[in-house]
C-alpha cells in the first residue's frame, strides 16, 4: 500500500489536489502496479504494460466494479425520477410524494412515467410484428432473422434480468439513453473549453471544414459560408482535423485513476510480470501511464490537437494508449455514434462562431480536467461569424 499522508485515513486528500502528480509519483516510486485507497475503497492500480491484459484477459469485469451495483442503479434510478419530479411543475412536491416514489418506482406518480409510456407506444407494435414474423419462419420451418439491436437483446435476455413486463425492458432501455446522453453531452461541452482555451485550433477547424465543404457544394452569390451550406456526413467524416482535436481532448481530459474505467477480477488472476490479484480485488487503470506513453509521440503531457492527423488513429479507436471508451470486448459500443455526434457538434460551432473565450481565463486548468458531469464554475463567451 503507498502510505499514507500524515493525518489523511486514505489517499482521497492527496489525489484530489493534483491527480497527474500523485499518479505520476506513485508510479515512479513504485512501478507499474501499486495499491492505494481511493473514494472509499482499496484499490490496486494497474499501469502500462499490463492495462491490455486487465482489459482483454476476461479475468476483470468493468460490470462488477460497481459491487453495490443494485444499490447504485437504485440510487440513479431515484435520483433521476426525484429530478424528474422537480422539472414537473404539475406534480405535487413534498416529502412523503418524494419517499413514495422511492418505494414505487412504477406508481402513477412517477414523472418518468410519462417518457417510460412513449417507449412502451413505441416498442408495442415492434415487439408484436417481430413476434409474427418469428412464428411464421417457425411455421416455414426456417430460422429467423433476429435483429441486432438493443430492444430485441433485452427480450431475449429478459430472464437474465429478470424483466417482468414490456415496461422494465423500457426502463433499462430509458437508463441507457439517459446516460448516453449525459456522457456525450459532457464530452460535448468539454470540447467547447478546449476551444476556448486553445484559439487557433477554431481557425485551423473552421479552414478545414470550408474546404470539404467547398468540394460538395461551392459559395455563390446567394450562399452565405458561416450559415446556409448542409453538413453531410461524408463531408463530416473527411474533417480530419477536427477529429484529431477531439480524440486529443478525451486523450487530454480523462482522470489520472478514472473509476470510469475500474474493474474487478472476476478469478484469481496473475499477471504476466508474476503479480497475484485475489479474485475480488478492484482495480483502477492507470489512465496516466497509458495516455502519455510513448505511442502518443513527442510531448504527451501537452495538449496538440493535430497530434493524430495523419497517424491511423481515429477518435473512436481504443487501445491502452486511449481509454476513455474502455478496451477489449465491452469497450463502448455506442462510441461511434458518440463521435459522430461530438464531431457533428464542433463543425456547427465553428460553422457559427469564430471565437469561444473562458469568462474567468483563471479557471482554465480545471475547466479542462473537470471530472465526468462536474459543473465548470467558468462561464464561456461565443462571438457569432
Ligand atoms: C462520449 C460518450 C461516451 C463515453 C465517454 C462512454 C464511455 C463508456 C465506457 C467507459 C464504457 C465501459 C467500457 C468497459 O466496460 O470497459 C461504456 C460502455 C457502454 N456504453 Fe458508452 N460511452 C459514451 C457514449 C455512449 C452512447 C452514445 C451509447 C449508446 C448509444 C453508449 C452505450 C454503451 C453501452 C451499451 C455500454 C456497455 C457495453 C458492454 O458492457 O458491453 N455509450 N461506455
Not at 157 to 166: H, I
Not at 231 to 245: I, T
Not at 281 to 299: F, L, Q, Y
Amino acid at each position: 500500500m503507498v502510505p499514507l499522508r500524515p493525518g489523511d485515513s486514505s489517499h482521497d486528500n492527496e489525489y484530489n489536489e493534483d491527480p497527474e502528480a500523485f499518479a505520476k509519483r506513485c508510479e515512479e516510486e513504485y512501478g507499474s502496479m501499486f495499491n492505494i485507497h481511493l473514494f472509499g475503497s482499496p484499490y490496486t492500480v494497474v499501469s502500462e504494460p499490463y492495462i491490455r491484459e486487465v482489459c482483454t484477459s476476461g479475468a476483470f469485469s468493468h460490470l462488477e466494479a460497481f459491487d453495490e451495483s443494485s444499490q447504485v442503479i437504485e440510487v440513479f434510478m431515484t435520483a433521476t425520477m426525484e429530478f424528474g419530479q422537480l422539472i414537473d411543475i404539475n406534480t405535487p412536491h413534498s416529502k412523503w410524494h418524494t419517499l413514495a416514489l422511492r418505494f414505487h418506482h412504477k406508481s402513477l406518480y412517477n414523472p418518468l412515467r410519462k417518457h417510460l409510456q412513449v417507449l412502451i407506444d413505441a416498442s408495442m407494435p415492434v415487439i408484436l410484428e417481430r413476434r409474427r414474423l418469428e412464428a411464421l419462419a417457425s411455421e416455414a420451418g426456417v430460422e429467423w432473422e433476429r435483429p441486432n439491436d438493443i430492444l430485441q437483446h433485452l427480450l431475449d435476455d429478459a430472464d437474465k434480468y429478470e424483466f417482468v413486463d414490456l415496461e422494465d425492458v423500457c426502463a433499462h432501455i430509458l437508463i441507457l439513453i439517459i446516460i448516453s446522453v449525459h456522457t456525450t453531452a459532457d464530452a460535448a461541452n468539454s470540447m467547447l473549453y478546449y476551444m476556448a482555451a486553445f484559439p487557433h485550433s477554431m481557425d485551423k477547424l473552421f479552414e478545414e471544414q470550408q474546404q470539404i465543404l467547398n468540394d460538395i457544394q461551392p459559395i455563390n452569390d446567394h450562399l452565405d459560408p458561416a450559415h446556409d451550406r448542409d453538413l453531410p456526413v461524408a463531408a463530416v467524416k473527411k474533417m480530419v482535423h477536427l477529429d484529431s482535436f477531439i480524440r486529443e481532448m478525451f486523450r487530454f481530459r480523462i482522470e489520472p485513476l478514472s473509476v470510469t474505467v475500474n474493474q474487478r477480477a472476476l478469478k484469481d488472476y496473475i499477471f504476466s510480470n508474476g503479480v497475484k490479484i485475489p479474485k475480488g480485488a478492484k482495480v483502477i487503470i492507470n489512465t496516466r501511464s497509458g495516455h502519455t506513453g510513448p505511442e502518443v509521440g513527442e510531448d504527451a503531457t501537452e495538449f496538440r490537437p493535430w497530434r493524430f492527423v495523419d497517424k491511423p488513429k481515429a477518435a473512436v479507436k481504443v487501445g491502452p494508449d486511449f481509454l476513455p471508451f474502455g478496451l477489449g470486448r465491452h469497450a463502448c459500443p455506442g462510441r461511434f455514434m458518440a463521435i459522430m455526434e461530438i464531431k457533428i457538434i464542433g463543425a456547427l460551432i465553428v460553422t457559427k462562431f469564430f471565437k469561444i473565450e473562458m469568462q474567468d481565463p483563471s479557471k482554465t486548468k480545471m475547466a479542462l480536467h473537470a471530472r465526468l458531469g462536474e459543473p465548470i464554475p467558468n462561464g464561456l463567451k461565443l462571438f457569432i461569424r
